[in-house]
Nanobody, 124 residues
Framework: QWQLVESGGGLVQPGGSLRLSCAVS????????IAWFRQAPGKKREGVSC????????TYEDSVKGRFTIYRDNAKNMVYLQMNSLKPEDTGVYYC?????????????????WGQGIQVTVSS
């Protein structure tokens, strides 16, 4: 069984930081890419960042470049999203997802496996 489980969300003030974790199990680790998506109230789901597990190539949505960092721990089968300088517009439900094509294109339809999502709220 393939599973992705998010953790690390919560409430943070603008300018603060959070680190999201995605624990991955049940599939061939190095043949996939893992992406973070988010969905704000009233908006469509959008890609945030992606990492190809073999080699570590990364992709970022423009609005988070320089603030967010995606990285993986191959030994632990974990993918992290370090979020710094958070803004209210970063608020939403964050999902990690896996796709076997290693394209890191932010099309939700490409991703076969999804976590259940975790809330991130940036507010004073």
């Amino acid at each position: 069984q393939w599973q992705l489980v998010e953790s690390g969300g919560g409430l943070v003030q603008p300018g603060g930081s959070l680190r999201l974790s995605c624990a991955v199990s049940g599939f061939t680790w190095d043949s996939h890419a893992i992406a973070w998506f988010r969905q704000a109230p009233g908006k469509k789901r959008e890609g945030v960042s992606c990492i190809v597990l073999r080699g570590g190539r990364t992709t970022y949505e423009d609005s988070v470049k320089g603030r967010f960092t995606i990285y993986r721990d191959n030994a632990k089968n974990m993918v992290y999203l370090q979020m710094n300088s958070l803004k209210p517009e970063d608020t939403g439900v964050y999902y990690c997802a896996a796709e076997p094509y290693r394209l890191c294109v932010f099309d939700p339809g490409v991703f076969d496996y999804w976590g259940q999502g975790i809330q991130v709220t940036v507010s004073s």
